[in-house]
């Protein structure tokens, strides 16, 4: 019996008489008028309110021992919540195997919350493994009652439901039933909940708490602390690692495994929920968890298995580290992104020593990338023997990361490698490039322009992408276009770099933050993939949040992701793909936009008219001549009217007037079967050529209304007609370009000696 009391499996604490919360249950006075049958006088006074005649009563329970069974048995099934309590709580004293059954039963139909608590509490008591069954089912709607009975019976296979009930629970009694439970099954999630309330005086269950990681703890918790700890909590984060279970788990037996297994299945699911629930958990689980999603790595689920381990603190990133050192490609560059993104500094020597082996130009870009967060001094000397190596195959990934270090001795050598290029491949010219640009030095840009002529699409793309970022210059330039169609932005480039050489600025900020969010990994990864998986989700509230939290996102983080995807994309996925690429006035999505402008959706076309419009008062004249053959073109093949209007406005606004006396036109339409919303069609046009011409009429709109009666839009439109007649010829679009900078006159340098005046 004392080994029942000592193990603490009910989770209500006897001190004097009774907890508050068996005092809150209904009690009687002398013999139960509630009862639902005749018993004996000691039954029947379980639950009368004198505390003097309930101990009696107990002390009389105790004396009978086994012969008292049947009539405890039977008082299970009163009408009183307290005599119910106490019958139970006796059952569990005296370990009564033949109270299993009905005890099972009262778990399916107590609604009182002590009593199943504490019928939880007996079965684990009674130690009958065919009770698991019962107290299983308990534990999916009501897990901290059944907690101290799972407990109690070392079923290991509870500890996933337990470990989300944690999660979610609030009230520290109910934390310190779980955490007990989970501690007493050896998964140490149980221990910080047991610190936290613990380490409150006074709190409701703090001194239960302090009990239980006494008795569960392999050494028990400090009376006294240390001025850097302070209290329990402090000496948790401080020693956390070091502190273990007396039956900490070490290997899942059979059950947790099948349980592990069978809760694993929810991470590698597509339902939202399930993922984001299973990482909680996950999380909580740690060293448990560690083996299970160790065998993802390099198969399918590498990725998403890789990420969570990172959540996992320096335990759950150590196979990350002893993964950068696998054979395997795929798992060694996902451990090394998802280490640098989580900046976990203890990987910085792994990466070092991956460096004396690994020649691989992807790997060496890498671990270089990496290790310019995580160990920048230890990698100096390395960068600069692989920058003046005579193997050339490590330059570019040298200059790359010396691109991304700020101290002089990089920038030196950066210049050195730029004076070096003769014989050098496209990929190290355009590493070195943009190396440059990364230090602020405009002797990158004529690297970047040649670049854009190399026969490898990639050194084109990368080129391209740091001139864009870099300069703030868009030339129309595509790296997958025809030959002559490149050679025509090629030349557009070097026009602008001769003419206007002195004035350029580069914007290194925006190239490191392109360095950093252009290729999201990890959980930055997976979130974004949700999202844009989410663009499609038949439930309208899915598609906005989704919608909204791409438009949110960072916008060199969220869009190349979204641009990946955009061919796979259709339907309302591919317009809300469109609404957001439309939204963001970045030169690095007009590409996108011009080919969007012939997508098969017209209210796609629509949107990419509009946002190429947006780019109005963001663009040099020369950069919007750009736009305007694709626009024109766009133009003159659409027949959706909606769509058309789009494309004359986004003229309009960037200096082409030839749309308006189709807005004019549009501005006449009436109902049918061509414009079934007639209205809205002539509201757009009019907002549209007001806009257009506001600074040239005086803001006059002719008295023009969408909605007015036929007579009244026609002389407005008569007289927009004759303002179109008379004005036209003359009339140019207000221009919100950007200007060109002066050029600045350099010093005169003094010669030697003189003064200067």
């Not at 955490?179 to 380490?199: F, K, T, Y």
């Not at 960072?554 to 609404?579: D, F, V």
Request: proline share 6%; aromatic share 4%; hydrophobic share 45%.
């Amino acid at each position: 019996m004392e080994g029942y009391w000592k193990r603490g499996v009910c989770a209500l604490v006897v001190i004097v008489g009774l907890s508050s919360a068996v005092l809150a249950a209904p009690a009687t006075s002398g013999a139960d008028a509630g009862q639902t049958a005749a018993g004996p006088d000691w039954i029947v006074k379980l639950a009368d309110a004198d505390p003097a005649v309930r101990d009696a009563a107990l002390k009389s329970a105790r004396e009978k021992g086994a012969a008292g069974i049947p009539d405890l048995v039977a008082a299970l099934k009163s009408d009183s919540a307290l005599r119910r309590f106490w019958a139970t709580r006796l059952l569990g004293e005296l370990r009564a195997n033949e109270a299993v059954t009905p005890l099972s039963e009262l778990l399916r139909t107590e609604t009182a919350e002590f009593v199943l608590r504490e019928a939880a509490g007996a079965l684990g008591a009674i130690g009958e493994k065919s009770a698991l069954v019962g107290l299983r089912d308990l534990s999916k709607t009501k897990p901290i009652a059944a907690a101290p009975g799972l407990a109690a019976l070392g079923d290991q296979s509870s500890i996933v439901p337990l470990v989300r009930a944690l999660i979610t629970a609030v009230q520290p009694r109910d934390r310190v039933a779980l955490g007990a439970a989970l501690c007493r099954l050896g998964c140490r999630a149980g221990i910080e909940p047991l610190v936290q309330v613990a380490n409150i005086q006074g709190n409701a269950g703090s001194r239960e708490a302090l009990a239980t990681l006494n008795e569960v703890l392999s050494e028990p918790p400090p009376t006294t602390f240390t001025e850097k700890d302070k209290n329990l909590s402090g000496w948790w984060a401080s020693h956390g690692d070091a502190i273990r279970l007396k039956n900490e788990i070490e290997k899942a037996g059979p059950e947790l495994d099948s349980a592990m297994q069978d809760f694993l299945k929810a991470i590698w699911s597509d339902d939202d929920e399930s993922k984001r629930d299973a990482q909680r958990v996950l999380a909580k689980l740690e060293g448990i968890a560690i083996p299970y999603l160790m065998r993802e790595l390099g198969g399918p689920n590498s990725e998403r298995a890789a990420e969570v381990l990172s959540r996992m603190g320096t335990a759950g990133r150590s196979p990350l580290v002893a993964a950068i050192a696998s054979p395997d490609a795929a798992l060694r560059r996902e451990a090394i992104s998802i280490l640098s993104e989580s900046k976990a500094f203890e990987a910085g020597p792994a990466l070092l020593e991956m460096l004396k082996t690994q020649t691989s130009p992807e790997d060496l870009e890498l671990a270089f990338k990496a290790l310019t967060i995580l160990a920048p001094k230890d990698l100096a000397p390395i960068l600069k023997e692989k920058a003046t190596s005579p193997d050339r195959s490590q330059h570019a990934a040298a200059a790359r990361a010396l691109g991304r270090m700020k101290d002089d001795e990089s920038v030196a050598l950066i210049d050195q490698m730029s004076k070096a290029l003769d014989g050098a491949s496209g990929t190290e010219k355009v590493a070195v490039g943009g190396a440059l640009l990364r230090g602020d030095k405009t002797a990158g840009v004529p690297i970047l322009i040649d670049c854009l002529s190399d026969p490898d699409i990639a050194v084109r793309r990368e080129a391209d992408m740091t001139l864009v970022v870099g300069v703030g210059r868009y030339y129309g330039f595509d790296a997958e276009s025809a030959e002559s169609d490149r050679a025509a932005a090629v030349a557009r480039w070097r026009d602008f770099w001769d003419k206007q050489k002195d004035t350029v600025t580069i914007d290194s900020n925006a190239l490191r933050n392109a360095d950093q969010f252009a290729v999201p990994v990890g959980s930055n990864k997976q979130i974004l993939k949700d999202a844009i998986h989410d663009l499609g989700d038949p439930a309208i509230e899915k598609r906005a949040k989704a919608e909204e939290m791409l438009s949110q996102s960072n916008r060199l983080y969220g869009c190349p992701a979204l641009l990946s995807a955009l061919p796979e994309l259709t339907g309302a996925a591919r317009i809300s793909a469109a609404s957001i690429l439309a939204g963001r006035v970045d030169r690095q999505l007009i590409p996108a936009l011009r080919k969007l402008l012939k997508d098969a959706s017209p209210v796609v076309r629509r949107l990419a008219a509009g946002g190429l419009g947006a780019f109005d008062s963001k663009l040099y004249e020369d950069e919007a001549a750009v736009l305007l053959p694709d626009l024109k073109a766009a133009f003159a093949s659409e027949k959706e009217p909606h769509a058309k209007i789009a494309i004359a406005y986004a003229l309009g606004r960037l200096g082409d007037p030839s749309g308006i006396p189709t807005l004019v036109e549009y501005m006449k339409v009436v109902r049918s079967a061509e414009y079934p919303k007639a209205a809205w069609v002539r509201d757009e046009a009019f907002m549209a050529l007001r806009d257009l011409t506001s600074e040239a009429t005086g803001g006059k709109d002719f008295g023009y209304e969408a909605n007015a009666s036929a007579t009244a839009r026609d002389a407005a439109i008569q007289a927009w007609e004759k303002w179109w007649g008379e004005k036209g010829k003359d009339f140019t679009p207000r221009k919100r370009f950007l200007k060109p900078k002066p050029a600045v006159d350099k010093p005169i340098t003094p010669p030697a000696g003189k003064s200067g005046q």
